[in-house]
């Protein structure tokens, strides 16, 4: 059984900062691309930020400059780094990860549980 557990959500005022972070565990032989994903109230879920095992990351067009995703291969954890937050990137955030566990024949996609960030003005 995979699991992704992300942490860190919460409430901040705009202009400030929070870092989240997406452990994955279970029976996991190897890990693709992980990323990070958001869906506000009343809109479709959309890509925030990706990162290839080899490190190798891909912003949305909305969060370069302020955000920075990063990743610990050795720990099976992907993080976000949110700076100069704006109320505009309240959200629902959502880990996404490729995973190859020990009872499947390819890498498979997995969700996370979604953490809260809300962006005050």
């Known amino acids: 059984q995979v699991q992704l557990v992300e942490s860190g959500g919460g409430l901040v005022q705009a202009g400030g900062s929070l870092r989240l972070s997406c452990a994955a565990s279970g029976t996991i032989l190897l890990i693709n691309t992980m990323g990070w994903y958001r869906q506000a109230p009343g809109k479709q879920r959309e890509l925030v930020a990706t990162?290839?095992?080899?490190?190798?990351?891909n912003y949305a067009d909305s969060v370069k400059g302020r955000f920075t995703i990063s990743r610990d291969n050795a720990k099976k954890t992907v993080y976000l780094e949110m700076n100069a937050l704006k109320p505009e990137d309240t959200a629902v955030y959502y880990c996404n990860a490729d995973i190859w566990s020990i009872d499947a024949a390819s890498f498979n996609p997995y969700w996370g549980q979604g953490t809260q960030v809300t962006v005050s003005s």
């Open positions: 990162i290839t095992r080899g490190g190798d990351t």
